[in-house]
């Protein structure tokens, strides 16, 4: 089996600072993707931000300029730094992954429980 769990989410003021973390752990022979979603009240769920295992970035317009996707890939491990935040960015936000697993071989996509992040205007 493969989870991915993330951590780093909590309460903000506006214009500050916060970083996720999403570890991907279990059978993985070799990861196509690992993205960042949200989902705020009311809405439906958004990409924010995608790493590839080769290391392409992509981001949401919304965000382009204020968050970075980064990962250590070694560990399975991607990181969101999410700086300048606004009050729009207040959502739960949750870790994608899209992997190739072995034993038996097959592609799995898993999601993670997600983490809040509120920040305060």
């Known amino acids: 089996q493969v989870q991915v769990v993330e951590s780093g989410g909590g309460l903000v003021q506006a214009g500050g600072s916060l970083r996720l973390s999403c570890a991907a752990s279990?059978?993985?022979?070799?990861?196509?993707?690992m993205d960042w979603y949200r989902q705020a009240p009311g809405k439906q769920r958004e990409l924010v931000a995608a790493?590839?295992?080769?290391?392409?970035?992509s981001y949401a317009d919304s965000v382009k300029g204020r968050f970075t996707i980064s990962r250590d890939a070694a560990n399975n491990t991607v990181f969101l730094q999410m700086n300048s935040l606004k009050a729009e960015d207040t959502a739960v936000y949750y870790c994608?992954?899209?992997?190739?697993?072995?034993?038996?071989?097959?592609?799995?996509?898993?999601w993670g429980q997600g983490t809040l992040v509120i920040v305060s205007s």
């Open positions: 994608y992954a899209d992997v190739v697993v072995i034993d038996p071989y097959r592609y799995l996509e898993v």
């Open positions: 790493i590839t295992g080769g290391g392409r970035t």
């Open positions: 279990g059978s993985i022979f070799s990861i196509n993707t």
